[in-house]
């Protein structure tokens, strides 16, 4: 992988051995806990600016997902690509990190189940929650899978994904609708995922989408689902992007649904990478939150 500059990526390289794979992680600041999980196709670099800002007051963590990041990357023989297996990361990682309450989950994409996958199993540990568009249930009957995402779990699409850069990349254009990624921080962002063996994660995260009960993930997704009142009392911070075509107005329903006392910031021209297209104001709502008590 290509060295990221500095400038875009100033921290300390950390590793744990999880499992027997090397999880890459940030780790700055003290004080109480705050793990940051991020989605496909990005990795630990999108929190980069909200660990800036909040490790002076807090303990700011990032894990790189196995197969993502400057993580190992594994073949299939040897890791179960499942959201399962990554919650279990996780839990392996803050286990391992000591981290075991006040802990506030910030979380992005798949973050979602994989962190409220944890949560489902350790609520007493959890001090607050923030989520952007992310799920941590079944698709809502009102949204059609898009286009882009059949086709990648197609044959043709599973080739392209792990034979070329599109699907990470095109994430850098699609995935901001207010401003643009500059060139350096789009070659940042795809640089983890510079040949076929280094792309394995991005496919088996589009290919564990639960559609039906047969699918691998389901039944993670339905017990998520059934316990997401576990943190009704919990609070709770929504940002979203609502120009992600993806996880759209119809995702931030369902967690209003589930969670009904949650703060909830809506970005009418903001898309998928909101961090990115709204840095300062959802910078600022964040820290707002942290400090409310």
């Not at 963590?61 to 399962?84: L, N």
């Not at 086709?151 to 850098?172: E, I, K, M, N, Y």
Request: charged fraction near 25%; aromatic fraction near 12%.
């Amino acid at each position: 992988m290509r060295a990221i500059s500095r400038d875009l990526y100033p921290f300390e390289h950390h590793y744990l051995d999880i499992g027997g794979h090397r999880v890459h992680y940030i780790e700055e600041g003290g004080g109480e806990p705050v793990i940051m999980v991020h989605g496909n196709p990005s990795w630990s670099i999108y929190f980069r600016e909200i660990v800036k800002k909040l490790s002076g007051r807090y303990h700011c963590i990032v894990p790189d997902h196995i197969g993502m990041g400057f993580s190992d990357k594994p073949g299939d023989r040897t890791y179960a690509y499942t959201v399962e297996q990554r919650a279990k990361d996780l839990e392996a990682f803050l286990e391992a990190k000591g981290i075991d309450r006040d802990i506030t989950l910030m979380m992005h994409d798949w973050g979602g189940p994989i962190g409220m996958g944890f949560a489902r199993r350790h609520p007493g540990a959890i001090k607050r929650i923030i989520l952007m568009n992310t799920a941590a249930f079944l698709i809502p009957k009102e949204k059609a899978l898009p286009f882009v995402l059949r086709l990648s779990r197609s044959w043709v699409g599973a080739f392209f994904v792990r034979a070329t850069p599109v699907f990470c990349l095109g994430t850098t254009y699609s995935g901001l609708t207010r401003r643009k990624m500059d060139a350096s921080l789009r070659s940042a962002y795809i640089a983890p995922y510079n040949s076929w063996n280094n792309r394995i994660g991005l496919l088996r995260f589009v290919q564990d989408i639960p559609l039906k009960d047969s699918d691998p993930g389901y039944a993670f997704a339905v017990d998520l689902q059934d316990h997401l009142h576990l943190f009704r009392d919990v609070p709770v911070l929504i940002l979203w992007g609502m120009q992600d075509f993806v996880f759209d107005g119809h995702f931030l329903d369902k967690w209003i649904e589930y969670l009904p006392n949650a703060e909830v910031h809506r970005f009418e021209d903001c898309g998928h990478y909101i961090l990115e297209d709204a840095p300062e104001e959802t910078g600022q709502i964040i820290e707002n939150f942290l400090q409310a008590e």
